[in-house]
């Protein structure tokens, strides 16, 4: 197909809105394209020339395609910028300055002698995005000059609008799938299965084009082909879970952290976003992990990769693994926040495709494959048929940092559903998120020895809240967060003197410290909110049968209260008062 068919085509479709319409113009430019171009077809239509995953990207940046338009048409750096600033849009500054420069050459013999089809236009393209090392810059704004020098009309608007990364003719992956369907006469669900299970369009058009259903059919989960990611439904309440899942249902705490699709082959691991991006160098941490963790030569697992605080292992809030997001960062990043890989579900193992077998199954091939470690683990829980038991579950998943549970179903003849939101996997979040607007005073009651490099030192405290009602100090979170190294060494030695070898018998307390003070030292503390938990005792049975008060995310303010006596922090009281206030906001 010559490229000015191409463009033809990709204007007609640019004038409908309707999809329908546009599906019918894909499917005809389908049928009229040879085999080998439905590929390179495919992908320049989603304005790629690969699937995501590989990171290759064209995308160069406004400033270099207006050095390539200018060195294409004789036209001035600052000619270009000039029509871009009044166009708005490089594809059509380009293909103006062509029409001009035909025009005053009137020769059209030097530049169309010999008119290009999609795939030697495809493979110019591709030759830009390979093109790295030193002098990139400029051999990518040569070669994008030639190609400009060579196309003319609507071809050098579209292909200009393709190297910038953006085709602007806003067709979605359905609609090409929708129309591959009609072109090559095939299922239209197994043309998706494949894409959902290959993240390739490029490669499952090929093959239709090629082989046809039977070639589709033939297409396997594979290691290093990232899947897509099967997603949940949101329900309201642990009612309408039960009802949505026949009354029984297996819950799993839901983390907030990083989704990961983890995929070993050739004895090395690569990692893929829940957008299907290839995210292996931000965790090298996580690499190591599976590497050591899972034994198997090959296989995919899912999980989500959260942020620990290395003294406690405790989960810390999603944004410190943004971080690990540039690259000069991911060493820091590293040492401060490690992160531990939170598994739940598998989808191949040693040649085996687990994503048809049911959850129960899956769940148990984890567990069989998978040695838990500081940085390696399963996702926690629990099947239950009883609201009351899933709402402790939830009140649990919240205080340990998480962001709610994920229920998941056990019927089975439902499995990995890749690509697909549904019932199967339903989210129940906390409805409400607010910041502690007040610090909070509180009292050391424990401390607890940190892990790592700091093993054997205090890496973080037990600290209550002082109920006037008993005089006793009702714990409320674990704090081990915001020390800074001088704090970390002269915090232990002045609690020292209040180090006692049992539980003080004012301190109420259902975790066991690893060492006991005496309730004298107050601890100012930031936190995120105010959560119910039953493993902290302040306000116990107060405002939910079962349930205390915990902060999520505390964090220490650098500053040890010694103007405040310990019954002078803040009260159990103060805490009920703070946590409905808390509410009332939300429901305003
Ligand atoms: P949401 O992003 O709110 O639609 O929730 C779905 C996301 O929760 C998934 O994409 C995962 O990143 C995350 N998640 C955390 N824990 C789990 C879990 N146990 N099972 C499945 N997804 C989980």
Same mark, same amino acid.
């Given at each position: 197909?010559?490229?000015?068919?191409?463009?033809?085509?990709?204007?007609?479709?640019?004038?409908?809105?309707?999809?329908?319409?546009?599906? #019918?113009?894909?499917?005809?430019?389908?049928?009229?394209? #040879?085999?080998?171009?439905?590929?390179?077809?495919?992908?320049?239509?989603? &304005?790629?020339?690969?699937?995501?995953?590989?990171?290759?990207?064209?995308?160069?940046?406004?400033?270099?395609?207006?050095?390539?338009?200018?060195?294409?048409?004789?036209?001035?750096?600052?000619?270009?910028?000039?029509?871009?600033?009044?166009?708005?849009?490089?594809?059509?500054?380009?293909?103006?300055?062509?029409?001009?420069?035909?025009?005053?050459?009137?020769?059209?013999?030097?530049?169309?002698?010999?008119?290009?089809?999609?795939?030697?236009?495809?493979?110019?393209?591709?030759?830009?995005?390979?093109?790295?090392?030193?002098?990139?810059?400029?051999?990518?704004?040569?070669?994008?000059?030639?190609?400009?020098?060579?196309?003319?009309?609507?071809?050098?608007?579209?292909?200009?609008?393709?190297? @910038?990364?953006?085709?602007?003719?806003?067709?979605?992956?359905?609609?090409?799938?929708?129309?591959?369907?009609?072109?090559?006469?095939?299922?239209?669900?197994?043309?998706?299965?494949?894409?959902?299970?290959?993240?390739?369009?490029?490669?499952?058009?090929?093959?239709?084009?090629?082989?046809?259903?039977?070639?589709?059919?033939?297409?396997?989960?594979?290691?290093?082909?990232?899947?897509?990611?099967?997603?949940?439904?949101?329900?309201? @309440?642990?009612?309408?879970?039960?009802?949505?899942?026949?009354?029984?249902?297996?819950?799993?705490?839901?983390?907030?952290?990083?989704?990961?699709?983890?995929?070993?082959?050739?004895?090395?691991?690569?990692?893929?976003?829940?957008?299907?991006?290839?995210?292996?160098?931000?965790?090298?941490?996580?690499?190591?992990?599976?590497?050591?963790?899972?034994?198997?030569?090959?296989?995919?697992?899912?999980?989500?990769?959260?942020?620990?605080?290395?003294?406690?292992?405790?989960?810390?809030?999603?944004?410190?693994?943004?971080?690990?997001?540039?690259?000069?960062?991911?060493?820091?990043?590293?040492?401060?926040?490690?992160?531990?890989?939170?598994?739940?579900?598998?989808? =191949?193992?040693? &040649?085996?495709?687990?994503?048809?077998?049911?959850?129960?199954?899956?769940?148990?091939?984890?567990?069989?494959?998978?040695?838990?470690?500081?940085?390696?683990?399963?996702?926690?829980?629990?099947?239950? #048929?009883?609201?009351?038991?899933?709402?402790?579950?939830?009140?649990?998943?919240?205080?340990?940092?998480?962001?709610?549970?994920?229920?998941?179903?056990?019927?089975?003849?439902?499995?990995?559903?890749?690509?697909?939101?549904?019932?199967?996997?339903?989210?129940?979040?906390?409805?409400?998120?607010?910041?502690?607007?007040?610090?909070?005073?509180?009292?050391?009651?424990?401390?607890?020895?940190?892990?790592?490099?700091?093993?054997?030192?205090?890496?973080?405290?037990?600290?209550?809240?002082?109920?006037?009602?008993?005089?006793?100090?009702?714990?409320?979170?674990?704090?081990?967060?915001?020390?800074?190294?001088?704090?970390?060494?002269?915090?232990?030695?002045?609690?020292?003197?209040?180090?006692?070898? #049992?539980?003080?018998?004012?301190?109420?307390?259902?975790?066991?410290?690893?060492?006991? =003070?005496?309730?004298?030292?107050?601890?100012?503390?930031?936190?995120?909110?105010?959560?119910? @938990?039953?493993?902290?005792?302040?306000?116990?049975?107060?405002?939910?049968?079962?349930?205390?008060?915990?902060?999520?995310?505390?964090?220490?303010?650098?500053?040890?209260?010694?103007?405040?006596?310990?019954?002078?922090?803040?009260?159990?009281?103060?805490?009920?008062?703070?946590?409905?206030?808390?509410?009332?906001?939300?429901?305003?």
């Amino acid at each position: 197909m010559k490229i000015s068919e191409f463009a033809t085509f990709l204007e007609e479709i640019d004038k409908r809105s309707g999809r329908i319409e546009i599906t #019918q113009l894909l499917t005809e430019m389908f049928r009229r394209a #040879q085999k080998n171009e439905v590929k390179p077809i495919s992908y320049m239509l989603l &304005g790629k020339v690969a699937p995501d995953f590989e990171g290759l990207e064209l995308g160069l940046g406004d400033k270099m395609i207006m050095k390539a338009i200018a060195l294409a048409t004789g036209a001035s750096l600052e000619k270009v910028k000039e029509l871009y600033d009044s166009l708005g849009d490089l594809g059509l500054v380009a293909e103006k300055l062509r029409e001009k420069r035909a025009a005053t050459l009137l020769d059209f013999t030097t530049t169309k002698t010999q008119e290009r089809d999609v795939v030697s236009v495809f493979n110019e393209l591709l030759k830009i995005a390979n093109t790295s090392g030193e002098g990139a810059q400029d051999t990518k704004i040569k070669l994008l000059a030639k190609l400009i020098s060579e196309l003319n009309g609507a071809e050098v608007r579209y292909v200009v609008r393709m190297a @910038s990364g953006d085709i602007r003719i806003g067709v979605a992956d359905q609609t090409i799938i929708d129309a591959l369907a009609a072109a090559f006469s095939a299922n239209e669900e197994l043309v998706e299965r494949a894409y959902n299970i290959t993240s390739d369009l490029g490669f499952v058009a090929e093959v239709l084009a090629i082989s046809g259903e039977e070639g589709l059919k033939q297409i396997k989960v594979q290691p290093g082909r990232p899947l897509k990611p099967m997603l949940a439904e949101r329900a309201q @309440s642990l009612q309408e879970i039960f009802e949505k899942m026949g009354g029984k249902a297996a819950f799993e705490y839901k983390y907030d952290g990083e989704r990961v699709q983890a995929h070993k082959y050739d004895s090395r691991v690569e990692l893929f976003s829940r957008r299907i991006e290839r995210i292996t160098s931000h965790y090298p941490d996580v690499v190591e992990a599976l590497l050591k963790g899972i034994s198997a030569q090959s296989f995919i697992v899912e999980g989500e990769i959260v942020a620990v605080e290395p003294e406690t292992g405790e989960m810390m809030p999603f944004q410190e693994l943004m971080h690990r997001r540039r690259k000069y960062d991911v060493e820091e990043a590293l040492q401060k926040y490690p992160a531990k890989t939170m598994l739940f579900d598998v989808l =191949y193992v040693d &040649g085996v495709d687990y994503t048809s077998k049911p959850y129960l199954e899956r769940r148990k091939k984890l567990e069989e494959i998978v040695q838990e470690s500081d940085s390696l683990a399963l996702s926690t829980m629990m099947i239950t #048929q009883e609201v009351g038991e899933a709402q402790r579950f939830f009140d649990e998943a919240i205080s340990a940092g998480c962001e709610g549970i994920m229920a998941k179903t056990l019927d089975p003849a439902v499995g990995y559903r890749a690509g697909n939101r549904g019932w199967a996997w339903i989210k129940y979040k906390r409805d409400y998120k607010s910041e502690l607007t007040d610090t909070l005073d509180l009292v050391v009651v424990g401390g607890f020895y940190g892990r790592g490099k700091r093993a054997g030192k205090i890496g973080g405290y037990l600290l209550a809240a002082y109920n006037p009602s008993n005089g006793s100090f009702d714990t409320v979170c674990k704090v081990a967060t915001g020390f800074s190294d001088e704090d970390l060494v002269e915090i232990p030695k002045m609690l020292e003197q209040y180090r006692i070898p #049992q539980k003080h018998p004012s301190v109420n307390s259902k975790l066991n410290a690893d060492v006991w =003070y005496k309730p004298v030292v107050v601890m100012e503390i930031v936190g995120a909110e105010l959560t119910l @938990s039953p493993t902290h005792t302040a306000a116990f049975s107060k405002i939910r049968e079962g349930s205390g008060l915990a902060v999520r995310f505390p964090r220490f303010t650098g500053r040890i209260r010694s103007d405040k006596s310990a019954t002078e922090a803040t009260t159990v009281d103060e805490l009920v008062e703070m946590y409905k206030s808390q509410l009332k906001k939300v429901q305003e």
